[in-house]
């Protein structure tokens, strides 16, 4: 993976010299700065690389870390101008039309650090709240009304860090919420390094508690120390279980898998017959599954309503599609899949490997269940 990432970056930072920098009519000076700028950017290929001492990119401080995503953002989205303007330099060359060059690779890189700019800016404020009505069939009138807040792709690091873990945090409790799910990749790192970052969810407040489920970024760096780091954020992590919430004579189920990813490691994977196990009939399941892409086998288990995240809701149009494709055609937004509703968050933060958002804004979503 760490070699593949390198290779592809290395292409496109070589691909944006020849195409971007070397066309302008500036100094040379102005043209080495310039590649070399591009070529920080390179250093997000660390992401994957763990020294022995177990030092990761996410221990870099906050400054250096937003100059290398900057730097790399700026690759990602100059690329899709850039290949846009060369396809009309080659017709231009076909019908034997004069390009300007110069002003050609001045706009784009006008746009480009625009878009770089607004897109990191997107990525790393504090979200709105997004507000859903839900209709659910068999709700019990005690649950008419309840608020149920959702946080998810956190995705804690030393760019977004405590400070923001915290507004989101307050932002949350400010909406007086019933429950409160997480349904994965809370953080990035290790909890030596990164658990201060995390460590404001403990605040959050609401009637029946915290749930979640484990994402599969829980996987790829502490997944033993997190799952001993979330009871005492006050997290319950829901890996194929469930619980059942009471009020008066009615019954509300959430259920929660672990990602697939858990599986592959040799560790548990989702099982929802087993996440089900023990539940009374007629009563309304909410589902946490951190992947869209299982909603159509898990609505077959009688489920009203799914919540996911993991797409980041596609983070910029252009990739949009190949996380489309990659996610089996859910996104972002509300699906009907079968009976079942599907609610695929954009996020709540930003994830460190792509730190850009545009026209993708991330959000703190609440839904307010309703009896049919
Ligand atoms: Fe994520």
Not at 25 to 52: D, E, H, M, N, Y
Request: with cysteine.
């Amino acid at each position: 993976m760490f070699y593949a990432f390198v290779m592809i970056s290395i292409s496109m930072c070589a691909y944006e010299i020849l195409s971007l920098i070397l066309p302008l009519k500036f100094s040379i000076q102005t043209k080495i700065l310039l590649s070399l700028i591009l070529i920080s950017g390179l250093a997000k290929g660390f992401l994957f690389v763990r020294t022995p001492t177990g030092f990761d990119i996410y221990e870099l401080p906050y400054f250096i870390q937003l100059f290398i995503s900057g730097a790399y953002n700026f690759i990602i989205v100059a690329l899709f101008m850039l290949v846009i303007k060369d396809f009309i330099f080659v017709a231009c060359k076909v019908f034997r039309i004069n390009f300007p060059t110069h002003n050609a690779s001045l706009f784009v890189l006008s746009l480009a650090l625009c878009s770089t700019v607004y897109g990191t800016y997107e990525a790393l404020k504090v979200p709105a709240v997004n507000t859903h009505e839900i209709y659910i069939e068999n709700l019990g009138k005690e649950f008419d009304g309840m608020k149920i807040a959702m946080l998810v792709d956190i995705h804690a690091d030393t760019l977004t860090d405590k400070n923001f873990v915290e507004a989101v945090v307050n932002k949350t409790n400010a909406l007086n919420p019933d429950l409160i799910l997480i349904p994965g990749d809370f953080v990035d790192g290790q909890v030596k390094s990164q658990g201060k970052n995390l460590a404001p969810l403990k605040n959050l407040k609401s009637k029946f508690g915290v749930y979640g489920t484990t994402g599969n970024h829980e996987y790829y760096f502490d997944y033993k120390g997190w799952i001993n780091e979330f009871p005492k954020l006050n997290v319950k992590i829901l890996e194929n279980e469930n619980v059942i919430f009471t009020s008066g004579d009615s019954k509300l189920i959430l259920a929660g898998v672990p990602d697939s990813t858990g599986g592959q490691m040799g560790l548990s994977a989702p099982n929802l017959k087993q996440a089900l196990k023990g539940i009374p009939e007629n009563s309304p399941i909410i589902l946490m599954d951190h992947r869209p892409s299982n909603a159509r086998e898990n609505a077959k288990f009688n489920i009203s309503l799914q919540v996911s995240g993991h797409t980041h809701g596609g983070q910029m149009p252009g990739i949009y599609y190949l996380v489309k494709r990659a996610n089996k055609g859910f996104v972002r937004g509300w699906y009907d899949v079968e009976k079942m509703k599907l609610y695929v968050s954009p996020g709540t933060s930003q994830w460190n490997g792509f730190c850009l958002r545009l026209f993708d804004p991330s959000e703190i979503t609440l839904f307010i269940l309703r009896t049919l």
